[in-house]
Structures are given as C-alpha cells and as structure tokens.
C-alpha cells in the first residue's frame, strides 16, 4: 500500500525530470543508506533497504528536479498563488480558500489514515526538506524563490495531501 503512494507521490511530481547533471547522493536516514543516482536522462533511481528510506530519498530527489513547481502547486492548493502572480490570482485564491480544505480538515485526513500512510508522508516530507536546507545552504534553491520575494518554508505532510 505505501509503496502505491510511493509510485503516486512520483507521478504527482516527477513528469520529466530537470536533474540530468546531478551527483549520485547517499543520504544516512535512521540508519539506511539511501541512494539516489540518475541515468543519462537525468531520471533519479532510488536505492533504500526500508521503505522509510525509499520514500525520503524519493522526496528529496523530486525536490532537487521539481521544488518551485511543488511549491506553486502548494500554494494554488492551499489559496496563496495571489504572493506570487499578484492580484490576477485573487479569484482563484478565494475558490481555495473558500472550496479546499483547511489545516485542520486536512490533518483529520491524515490522521485517518493506516500508520504506515502517515509515515510514508512524514518520510517524504522529511526527502524534500532535507533537499530544502541543502538547497539554501549551498545557494541551489530555485531562483523563482527570490524573484518573488518569497522565502521556503518546510514541507509538511498536509501539503502532499493538499496537492492531493
């Protein structure tokens, strides 16, 4: 079951890959090697002996490839594009806003689901911060981020559900 979520989280996100230049990475996550490398293509192979460590490593590669499409999926979801296109999203903010889910319906999705679901979002969540903090600590975060003025701010598991 979590590894359907798994393929789902990747198809949501990864439709083409960016990444061709990329190193391969080892992650330590709770004591799993996870291993991602990338063919000639640039698409991410994951390597992981628990499916914790297969999922973070498939968030973290997905935001090496796909962080500001994420976070403008993130916000079109969650009713905040109007911080990024201006004025002409306002409309569609409100929809949002007014149609989608709040934090705390979206939590109560969450916390319905099997434990092994939730913890196959945390792990992912956890991949595409970890890419996150690297990112800003090595001056890689997309540069949309800057030209709008808008910082990063941590992936939750809410914010795949939302997206969802």
């Known amino acids: 079951m979590t590894i359907r979520f798994g393929l789902f989280l990747s198809a949501l996100f990864l439709c083409g890959s960016a990444g061709a230049q990329l190193p391969a990475v080892e ?25 914790y460590g297969l999922l973070y490593g498939n968030g973290y590669a997905i935001a090496q490839d796909r962080l500001w499409q994420m976070e403008l999926y993130r916000r079109q979801a969650r009713g905040e594009m109007a911080e990024v296109m201006g004025s002409r999203a306002l409309e569609q903010d409100r929809a949002a806003r007014t149609e989608g889910y709040t934090d705390a319906e979206l939590q109560a999705q969450i916390d319905r689901l099997p434990r ?49």
């Open 27 to 51: 992650l330590n996550v709770r004591g799993d090697t996870v291993r991602i490398t990338r063919d000639n293509y640039g698409v991410p192979t994951v390597q992981a002996t628990t499916q």
């Open 116 to 164: 092994d679901l939730q913890e196959a979002l945390d792990a992912f969540a956890g991949g595409v911060n970890a890419w996150m903090q690297e990112a800003q600590r090595t001056g890689k975060l997309p540069k949309q981020y800057a030209e709008n003025g808008i910082e990063a701010r941590p992936w939750r598991p809410s914010d795949t559900v939302a997206i969802a």
